[in-house]
């Protein structure tokens, strides 16, 4: 085997790693349904005369949901950083692969080319989804409490 049989596999990477640093896919899509509800009921409780109980839990809830976003953004933001070294050391790679891609490469080399490519980014994604709808679940579950006290169980 030689370095430039991995040129477009350490493309990958980069592209992997660089995409991932850049893309905040669960502020994107896994708050969606907990910032809707939360609008749904600031409507339903603005259009009644709204027991202050449920204003105060409404209130209580959006200063959750901008404090997990505030958490959920600086723990982003560590992978990122993780993300971006990575990309770089990738770079670097493909650097040293366009200089010398007719030589040899080992098997060890080839093996951590193709892990370092492959495998963090998506390792880091799944790790930050995880965590995140983990974390959101009490909030979700409190959302759907207040749903059910304001519109009926099950009528949301």
């Not at 204003?55 to 209580?60: I, P």
């Not at 493909?94 to 030589?103: H, K, Q, S």
Request: charged share 20%.
């Amino acid at each position: 085997m030689k370095y430039g049989d991995f040129s477009s596999l350490v493309q990958l990477g980069v592209g992997l790693h660089a995409g991932t640093a850049l893309l905040q896919l669960y502020g994107e899509f896994g708050l969606q349904p907990v910032e809707r509800a939360i609008a749904r009921l600031k409507y339903a409780l603005s259009d009644q005369d709204a027991a202050m109980d449920n204003l105060g839990r409404l209130s209580q809830l959006e200063a959750e949901l901008s404090i997990f976003k505030i958490q959920l953004f600086n723990e982003y933001k560590k992978y990122m950083k993780g993300n971006l070294v990575i990309a770089g050391i990738l770079t670097a790679c493909l650097v040293y692969i366009a200089f010398y891609n007719d030589d040899a490469i080992s098997t060890g080399w080839a093996l951590l080319l193709a892990v370092l490519s492959c495998i963090p980014a998506p390792i880091t994604l799944a790790v930050l989804w995880v965590d995140a709808a983990r974390q959101i679940a009490p909030l979700r579950n409190k959302v759907s409490r207040l749903e059910d006290v304001i519109y009926g169980p099950g009528k949301t």
